[in-house]
Each structure stands twice: as structure tokens, then as C-alpha cells.
């Protein structure tokens, strides 16, 4: 379920709503911050352009959240994203 409302949630996600659907994403986080941020590494790989807006979204991310960020395999510095450290 959480990886549903992820993608809903980063569908609409863009440089001009970052604070609106920031705070949606962690809303969503918050329930199962791994699964989130697991759908927010796939987005990002699909789609290089959503980098910054993401990047600026987690700063509404929880604490628990923030934990997840390095999760294996995901390279995040200082929050921003640097990539992934596997190829699919």
C-alpha cells in the first residue's frame, strides 16, 4: 500500500509544489519509511530530472526516514543524491 500512494505522491511531485507534496511524501514515509524510500530511488533512477525536487522533498522526511537514506546499495551525501550503487 505504501508503494501506491509513493508513486501517487511522486507523480505530482515537481520543483513548483516541493513543499505541498513534501510533506505528503512524509506523511507517507512515516507508515513504512523503507518501502518509500525503496519507490523513491526506483523513481529517480527512471527519471534523472526529478533529482532536485526530491532532494528538496526530504526535508519534510522524518527522522526515520532520514535512518533509511542509507540503506544499502543507495548513496546519499548530505542529502543530496548521488546515485545508486547497483545497475538494474
Known sequence: MSESETQKVMR???KDNVKEFGRKLGKVAH??????????VFQ??????????VVDAFKYLG????RCRSIPGVLVVQ???????WSV
Open 31 to 40: 507508515a513504512n519509511p523503507l518501502a518509500v524510500m525503496t519507490m523513491i
Open 79 to 85: 542529502g543530496e543524491f548521488r546515485g545508486c550503487l
Open 63 to 66: 527522522p526515520m526516514v532520514g
Open 12 to 14: 505530482r511531485l515537481s
Open 44 to 53: 529517480i533512477e527512471a527519471y534523472t530530472n526529478m533529482i532536485t525536487p
